[in-house]
Protein backbone atom coordinates (compact mmCIF):
# COMPACT_ATOMS: atom_id res chain seq x y z
CA UNK A 1 0.00 0.00 0.00
CA UNK A 2 2.34 2.34 0.45
CA UNK A 3 4.24 1.62 -2.27
CA UNK A 4 1.52 2.43 -4.14
CA UNK A 5 0.97 6.06 -2.06
CA UNK A 6 4.66 6.78 -3.14
CA UNK A 7 4.28 6.41 -6.82
CA UNK A 8 0.95 8.39 -6.52
CA UNK A 9 2.68 11.32 -4.99
CA UNK A 10 5.72 10.77 -7.31
CA UNK A 11 3.01 11.13 -10.30
CA UNK A 12 1.23 13.63 -8.81
CA UNK A 13 3.85 15.93 -8.71
CA UNK A 14 5.46 15.06 -11.75
CA UNK A 15 2.14 15.64 -13.46
CA UNK A 16 2.18 19.18 -11.41
CA UNK A 17 5.56 20.34 -12.78
CA UNK A 18 4.38 19.53 -16.12
CA UNK A 19 1.17 21.86 -15.92
CA UNK A 20 3.30 24.30 -14.48
CA UNK A 21 6.32 24.11 -16.68
CA UNK A 22 3.80 24.21 -19.74
CA UNK A 23 1.54 27.54 -18.52
CA UNK A 24 4.42 28.97 -17.23
CA UNK A 25 5.41 30.32 -20.68
CA UNK A 26 8.85 28.99 -20.88
CA UNK A 27 7.36 26.39 -23.49
CA UNK A 28 8.35 27.61 -27.03
CA UNK A 29 5.08 28.09 -29.23
CA UNK A 30 7.39 29.62 -32.05
CA UNK A 31 6.86 28.39 -35.40
CA UNK A 32 10.53 29.23 -36.35
CA UNK A 33 11.86 26.37 -33.95
CA UNK A 34 11.23 22.86 -35.18
CA UNK A 35 10.13 19.88 -32.40
CA UNK A 36 12.39 17.43 -32.15
CA UNK A 37 12.84 14.29 -30.36
CA UNK A 38 9.87 12.63 -27.91
CA UNK A 39 7.60 15.84 -28.80
CA UNK A 40 7.66 15.39 -32.55
CA UNK A 41 7.29 11.93 -32.13
CA UNK A 42 3.85 12.34 -30.14
CA UNK A 43 2.72 14.85 -31.94
CA UNK A 44 3.42 12.84 -35.60
CA UNK A 45 2.17 10.06 -33.68
CA UNK A 46 -1.41 11.26 -32.46
CA UNK A 47 -1.84 13.20 -36.00
CA UNK A 48 -1.03 10.03 -37.60
CA UNK A 49 -3.28 7.44 -35.45
CA UNK A 50 -6.44 10.27 -35.59
CA UNK A 51 -6.07 10.18 -39.35
CA UNK A 52 -5.83 6.56 -39.75
CA UNK A 53 -9.07 5.94 -37.07
CA UNK A 54 -11.62 8.58 -38.56
CA UNK A 55 -10.64 7.61 -42.59
CA UNK A 56 -11.97 4.33 -41.85
CA UNK A 57 -15.67 4.78 -42.38
CA UNK A 58 -14.70 6.87 -45.52
CA UNK A 59 -16.35 5.45 -49.22
CA UNK A 60 -13.78 6.50 -51.89
CA UNK A 61 -15.68 6.27 -54.85
CA UNK A 62 -14.55 5.96 -58.51
CA UNK A 63 -11.15 8.69 -58.78
CA UNK A 64 -11.33 8.07 -62.38
CA UNK A 65 -14.57 9.87 -62.59
CA UNK A 66 -13.40 12.79 -60.44
CA UNK A 67 -12.72 15.81 -62.67
CA UNK A 68 -8.93 16.85 -63.30
CA UNK A 69 -9.94 20.07 -63.99
CA UNK A 70 -11.70 21.06 -61.15
CA UNK A 71 -8.94 19.28 -58.73
CA UNK A 72 -6.39 20.86 -60.72
CA UNK A 73 -7.98 24.55 -60.37
CA UNK A 74 -8.76 24.28 -56.44
CA UNK A 75 -5.19 22.22 -55.73
CA UNK A 76 -2.94 25.64 -57.61
CA UNK A 77 -5.42 27.85 -55.96
CA UNK A 78 -5.62 26.48 -52.02
CA UNK A 79 -2.30 23.55 -51.53
CA UNK A 80 0.59 25.08 -53.67
CA UNK A 81 1.51 27.65 -51.92
CA UNK A 82 1.95 25.07 -48.58
CA UNK A 83 2.50 21.60 -51.00
CA UNK A 84 4.20 22.97 -53.43
CA UNK A 85 3.72 21.73 -57.09
CA UNK A 86 6.16 20.16 -59.93
CA UNK A 87 8.52 22.70 -61.16
CA UNK A 88 7.50 24.99 -58.71
CA UNK A 89 9.86 26.93 -56.08
CA UNK A 90 9.60 26.81 -52.35
CA UNK A 91 7.16 29.24 -51.29
CA UNK A 92 7.83 32.24 -48.39
CA UNK A 93 4.74 30.17 -46.66
CA UNK A 94 5.87 26.77 -47.34
CA UNK A 95 9.95 27.75 -45.80
CA UNK A 96 7.78 29.31 -42.19
CA UNK A 97 5.81 26.69 -41.38
CA UNK A 98 5.95 24.09 -38.60
CA UNK A 99 5.42 21.30 -38.96
CA UNK A 100 6.61 21.71 -42.68
CA UNK A 101 3.60 20.69 -44.77
CA UNK A 102 4.45 17.20 -46.55
CA UNK A 103 5.57 16.96 -50.25
CA UNK A 104 2.88 15.64 -51.64
CA UNK A 105 4.77 15.33 -54.64
CA UNK A 106 6.57 12.51 -52.67
CA UNK A 107 4.14 11.16 -50.43
CA UNK A 108 0.71 10.96 -52.42
CA UNK A 109 2.22 7.97 -53.83
CA UNK A 110 1.70 5.89 -51.44
CA UNK A 111 -1.10 8.09 -49.06
CA UNK A 112 -4.98 6.34 -48.23
CA UNK A 113 -7.24 7.79 -50.63
CA UNK A 114 -9.82 7.64 -47.43
CA UNK A 115 -7.06 9.35 -45.22
CA UNK A 116 -6.31 12.24 -48.22
CA UNK A 117 -10.06 12.85 -47.86
CA UNK A 118 -10.53 13.03 -44.36
CA UNK A 119 -7.62 15.78 -44.51
CA UNK A 120 -8.90 17.79 -47.26
CA UNK A 121 -12.27 17.66 -45.67
CA UNK A 122 -11.90 18.26 -41.81
CA UNK A 123 -7.87 20.32 -41.68
CA UNK A 124 -5.71 19.06 -39.17
CA UNK A 125 -5.17 21.26 -35.81
CA UNK A 126 -1.84 23.23 -35.74
CA UNK A 127 -0.39 22.30 -38.55
CA UNK A 128 -1.65 25.22 -40.83
CA UNK A 129 -3.86 21.97 -42.80
CA UNK A 130 -7.39 24.16 -43.39
CA UNK A 131 -10.35 22.19 -43.04
CA UNK A 132 -11.86 22.42 -46.85
CA UNK A 133 -15.04 20.64 -46.15
CA UNK A 134 -17.36 23.93 -45.32
CA UNK A 135 -16.29 25.41 -47.84
CA UNK A 136 -16.15 22.70 -50.55
CA UNK A 137 -19.09 20.00 -52.26
CA UNK A 138 -17.82 16.45 -51.74
CA UNK A 139 -17.61 16.43 -55.98
CA UNK A 140 -14.74 19.28 -55.64
CA UNK A 141 -13.11 17.32 -52.40
CA UNK A 142 -12.54 14.06 -54.10
CA UNK A 143 -11.25 15.71 -56.96
CA UNK A 144 -8.14 17.55 -55.48
CA UNK A 145 -7.73 14.14 -53.71
CA UNK A 146 -7.59 12.94 -57.38
CA UNK A 147 -5.35 15.12 -58.51
CA UNK A 148 -3.29 14.81 -55.48
CA UNK A 149 -2.92 11.07 -55.79
CA UNK A 150 -1.68 12.16 -59.38
CA UNK A 151 1.00 14.17 -58.61
CA UNK A 152 3.86 12.27 -58.08
CA UNK A 153 3.59 10.82 -61.77
CA UNK A 154 3.14 14.75 -63.17
CA UNK A 155 6.53 15.75 -64.71
CA UNK A 156 6.79 19.66 -64.59
CA UNK A 157 6.26 20.58 -67.78
CA UNK A 158 2.92 18.48 -67.59
CA UNK A 159 1.72 20.59 -64.43
CA UNK A 160 2.61 23.71 -66.54
CA UNK A 161 0.83 22.06 -68.94
CA UNK A 162 -2.43 21.93 -67.18
CA UNK A 163 -1.61 25.36 -65.78
CA UNK A 164 -1.83 26.89 -69.58
CA UNK A 165 -5.28 24.65 -70.31
CA UNK A 166 -7.30 25.47 -67.10
CA UNK A 167 -5.77 28.77 -66.78
CA UNK A 168 -8.62 31.12 -65.39
CA UNK A 169 -8.13 34.49 -66.30
CA UNK A 170 -4.72 36.35 -67.20
CA UNK A 171 -4.17 37.61 -63.45
CA UNK A 172 -4.28 33.58 -62.21
CA UNK A 173 -2.22 32.69 -64.91
CA UNK A 174 0.69 35.13 -64.60
CA UNK A 175 0.94 34.33 -60.57
CA UNK A 176 1.00 31.40 -61.95
CA UNK A 177 3.79 31.58 -64.53
CA UNK A 178 6.35 33.27 -61.79
CA UNK A 179 6.45 30.11 -59.62
CA UNK A 180 8.27 28.02 -62.64
Known sequence: MRYFLTLSVIFLIAALL????LFSGW????AS?????????????????SVESHAESVSVPDLS?????????????????CH??????????????????PDLQRVAKE???????WIV??????????????THSEDELWAMVAFVRRLPGLSPEQYKQLDQKYREGPEQGEAMEHQY
Open 33 to 49: RPEYGALAWVLDGIAER
Open 65 to 81: RASLETGFRHYREMCVV
Open 121 to 134: KHGIRMTGMPAFGK
Open 111 to 117: ADARELY
Open 27 to 30: FDVS
Open 84 to 101: GAPGARTTEISQGLNPPA
Open 18 to 21: VVAY
